[in-house]
T-cell receptor, first 116, second 115 residues
């Protein structure tokens, strides 16, 4: 059974710091992995999607890496800003023979606070 | 292009009543997914629908819960005879019909409180 773990559960950093959020998954048979951002009382915003054949994806100050064989992904945020404060969620889509395309398995998230 | 629209944003029901949650997918999206987020828990998949078809309902409780996505109109998640344990945030997501490589787009959720 696929399980997704995110460490740490919460993180507080001063503005300007570079930081890394971690995500691990137990079954390497994945189709892709997505990172989302969730603001309090809001829905999820998709940040980056990495296909199982890819090693990393970049968007602005965000860089996500994927090491499928070791079951790990990291989200790197450069030059953090107070507006980055949110909960960051990692989700894997299992391979076709492990579930349907909509059945994403989510971690519980890392709550990030960036202090001005 | 409006995003995924869910209504109501907040819903309060007494035990035993019915709850109906609505979701209109993004324009051009024909795949809809429902997830539930319990307090202090991660999001859990409930059901995946295409127009007039349930593709995967492996995450739906066997009783009291049902979902539909009719040919016309929004997708509906229906919870009959609600209990306190149904209190949660229910999120709808949608994607285009191009397959599993498209990211899911989520709505802002409906927060159900059962009193």
């Amino acid at each position: 059974k696929q399980e997704v773990t995110q460490i740490p559960a919460a993180l507080s950093v001063p503005e300007g710091e570079n930081l890394v959020l971690n995500c691990s998954f137990t079954d390497s048979a994945i189709y892709n992995l997505q990172w989302f951002r969730q603001d309090p009382g809001k829905g999820l915003t998709s940040l980056l999607l990495i296909q199982s054949s890819q090693r990393e994806q970049t968007s602005g100050r965000l860089n996500a890496s994927l090491d499928k064989s070791s079951g790990r992904s990291t989200l790197y945020i450069a030059a953090s800003q107070p507006g980055d404060s949110a909960t960051y969620l990692c989700a894997v889509r299992p391979s076709v023979n492990r579930g349907s395309q909509g059945n994403l398995i989510f971690g519980k998230g890392t709550k990030l606070s960036v202090k001005p | 292009n409006a995003g995924v629209m869910q209504n109501p944003r907040h819903l309060v029901r007494r035990r035993g009543q019915e709850a109906r949650l609505r979701c209109s997918p993004m324009k051009g999206h024909s795949h809809v997914y429902w997830y539930r987020q319990l307090p202090e828990e991660g999001l859990k998949f409930m059901v995946y629908l295409q127009k007039e078809n349930i593709i995967d309902e492996s995450g739906m409780p066997k009783e009291r819960f049902s979902a539909e996505f009719p040919k016309e109109g929004p997708s509906i998640l229906r919870i009959q005879q609600v209990v306190r344990g149904d209190s949660a945030a229910y999120f709808c997501a949608s994607s285009p019909p191009t397959g599993g490589n498209s990211p899911l787009h989520f709505g802002n959720g409906t927060r159900l409180t059962v009193t």
